[in-house]
């Protein structure tokens, strides 16, 4: 499967903070949830022990990114940004994929990608 995920020079800066010596990168994904199907899980460090043979493992700005298969399908091309606005400040998905979000903007329905 081909897969593309842009991760902004924002984001792995924010990303950056969290690794340490036993951190090899960060994984992203989604999991079922909310009213509309699927909502981001939140970035988790990924450690040297973890079993990460089925992963895609892509690499941008110095910070290798772990996503599981399923969720690669609904994460393909898209663009990772960390933004800040007035005291708020989050971890940003700009995602082609999402067809539809829930009024709250917490959970989504997307197509998988081709």
């Known amino acids: 499967m ?5 991760i902004t ?9 969290f690794l340490n010596d036993d951190s090899q990168g960060i994984r992203l994904g989604v999991k079922p949830a909310g009213c ?3 909502e981001y899980s ?6 040297a022990n ?3 043979s089925s992963d895609l493992v892509i690499e ?6 772990f996503v599981d298969p399923i969720s690669a399908q609904y994460l393909d091309n898209a663009t990772v940004d960390f933004i800040k606005k007035g005291v708020n400040k989050l971890i ?4 082609p994929n999402v067809e539809d979000a829930c009024g709250c ?3 989504f329905s997307a197509k998988p990608a081709p």
Not at 92 to 95: L, P, S
């Open 2 to 6: 081909s897969f593309n995920l842009n």
């Open 9 to 17: 020079q924002e984001a792995a800066e924010v990303f950056s903070r």
């Open 36 to 38: 509309s199907g699927f």
């Open 42 to 47: 939140e970035p988790a460090l990924v450690s």
């Open 50 to 52: 973890d079993d990460t």
């Open 60 to 65: 941008q700005n110095n910070i290798k990114i």
């Open 92 to 95: 940003h998905f700009d995602n």
């Open 105 to 107: 903007g917490l959970s």
